[in-house]
């Protein structure tokens, strides 16, 4: 396997790294190691939402006398035809398995009702046949036909946005009756996931709950994702910490998962965070995660800037496996509630982009200085990581302890005036038993694991890209000191890469074990 050529300066130990890997290649054919990604697909609510693809395909063209043309973009032909920026369904072929297809905004409206104001279909949660044609007769058959088609090409099954409200033209039922009625029709055709969002009752906590209760009873199987006010995530099954820039979006993410944590789930509930389109945010922090991101790359249809996913910073549309290697991450380590076991760094970090003509959706002034921050480290079910460097420019670093014993270590840049910044630090984190998985994401300068046990004499270390699935010995290439076991930076870049795609601009994110 060829290795990929990383942009960075080169470092003093690149020959040698080769070298040892040529070794390891060798090592790992005798030895005929097994894959340390499972093949089976992970449980975690994980989905992949079209909200930016419909975007995208009407270069975000909204003010139209027909109504939001984003909406209109929202139909079958789109998600299955062959013409251009068409067949959604196609993305994301090694990971269709993990993801749940979530249809965003109008799946569920007539299509040419795409107006906001005065529209009394949002909220009615029925496949609409003039969106779907092909996908006839009742509500439950509508789905269920939808529903077949997508797991049939890959996908872990069908989701939707749920406008968080009743329809008007449905004035006469009442409100239980109502979602009783969609839940029971959720369930029958094998619905996976409800992105509820905003509406009339958006901020209504009582509703938003009235309408997670109801699906524990009539849709059991049913993720209901809510979203808005922080404490909602008591009783949910998923909260999003919703819509970022991207210019600036890992220091919101950040701040906004950590305003999460100090919540305890309640019972029933199921708890997680889902932190969008961060899949590194994700694992670091034990969070689901909801792919915005797709590969129609380059300039929007109409020959402008792509103001959503510009390119620059972090380039987001070209890290395209760093979303594979988060998601198949979750086949390891699945996502868990909030549960008031966090520590939060008090030291915070500052970000700043400088913006730029079509950088961000939002209205922002030309050579204004957006500036965010977020805790400097923070960390789930474990101690925080150490690291003695101080300088301003370090990354955010988050680590979690899953409830298998897994730990994720996740080295987070800084965007810095307007250069994304990924500077290289020592770590040294707690883990478990060596026998546990670890995942490291990101760049670093070493990442030292200290164990509750000393390895034992003899062990092997076994390294892999998570984006692949080839396994590497990589006991040769490690320190090991009694308890303490250390990865040196270019060795995770080098293994985090193996199965890098070309051209794709994704940091490491490599999974490791001892045995």
């Given amino acids: ?22 070794a390891a290649f060798a090592s790992c054919s005798s030895h005929r190691l097994e894959s340390l990604v499972p093949t089976t697909p992970s449980n975690a609510p994980d989905y992949m939402c079209t909200w930016n693809l419909q975007g995208y395909v009407v270069s975000y063209k909204n003010a139209q006398a027909g109504g939001d043309l984003t909406r209109q973009a929202m139909d079958e032909e789109h998600m299955f035809g062959n ?16 993801l749940y297809f979530v249809m965003d905004d109008s799946w569920d409206i007539p299509k040419d009702a795409n107006s906001t104001a005065n529209n009394p279909h949002l909220g009615l949660a029925e496949l609409d046949e003039s969106r779907f044609p092909s996908f006839t007769g009742t509500p439950v058959e509508r789905m269920t036909k939808l529903n077949d088609r997508l797991k049939e090409m890959g996908w872990k099954g069908v989701g939707g946005w ?73 009783f949910s099954d998923a909260f999003r910490t919703y819509d970022v820039e991207d210019i600036i979006a890992q220091p919101v993410t950040i701040q906004r998962v950590c305003n999460l944590l100090p919540f305890a789930a309640e019972k029933e509930a199921r708890g997680i965070v889902n932190c969008e389109d961060e899949p590194y945010i994700a694992v670091g922090l034990g969070c689901a995660i909801g792919v915005m ?23 987001y549309k070209n890290r395209l496996d760093e979303v594979v290697r988060g998601v198949r991450w979750h086949r390891i380590a699945e996502p868990f509630a909030v549960a008031a076991d966090c520590a939060i760094d008090t030291v915070r970090l500052t970000d700043t982009w400088e913006v730029h003509e079509k950088e961000t959706y939002v209205n922002r002034p030309i050579g204004s200085l957006a500036i965010e921050s977020a805790p ?35 080295a987070i840049g800084r965007t810095m005036g307007r250069e994304y910044v990924s500077r290289r630090v020592p770590v040294s984190v707690s883990a478990a038993k060596p026998s546990d998985k670890v995942g490291l994401f990101g760049y670093f300068e070493s990442v030292t694991l200290e164990y509750a046990e000393p390895i034992a004499a003899g062990a092997r270390v076994i390294g892999q890209d998570l984006a692949g699935d080839v396994p590497v010995d990589i006991t040769d290439m490690v320190t090991i000191e009694g308890n303490r076991l250390t990865v040196p930076g270019d060795i995770i870049d080098r293994i985090g890469l193996m199965a890098a795609s070309k051209g794709d601009k994704s940091e490491p994110g490599m999974v490791m074990v001892v045995k």
């Fill in 376 to 410: 400097a480290r923070v960390s789930r079910r474990m101690p925080l990581p150490e690291v003695a460097d101080t300088a301003a420019a370090r990354p955010y670093l988050l680590a979690s302890r899953y409830h298998n014993g897994a730990t994720a270590v996740a």
């Fill in 162 to 234: 749920i406008c968080a409200q009743k329809a008007e033209s449905c004035a006469d039922t009442d409100e239980e009756s109502y979602w009783i009625d969609r839940l029971k029709t959720a369930n029958d055709a094998g619905v996976g996931y409800w992105k509820v969002d905003w509406g009339r009752n958006d901020h209504n906590g009582e509703w938003r709950r009235m309408l997670t209760r109801l699906g524990k009873e009539h849709a059991p199987n049913l993720w209901i994702e809510h979203a808005m006010n922080n404490e909602f995530v008591t």
């Fill in 83 to 98: 013409g251009t920026y068409c067949n959604w369904a196609s993305l994301y072929a090694p990971i269709r398995g993990d």
């Fill in 293 to 315: 991101r797709h590969p129609f790359n380059g300039a929007l249809p109409d020959g402008e800037q792509d103001f959503v996913f510009p390119p620059v910073g972090r380039d």
């Fill in 1 to 22: 396997m060829q290795m990929p050529q990383l942009s960075l300066k080169p470092l003093t130990t690149a020959a040698l790294a080769a070298t040892m890997l040529s």
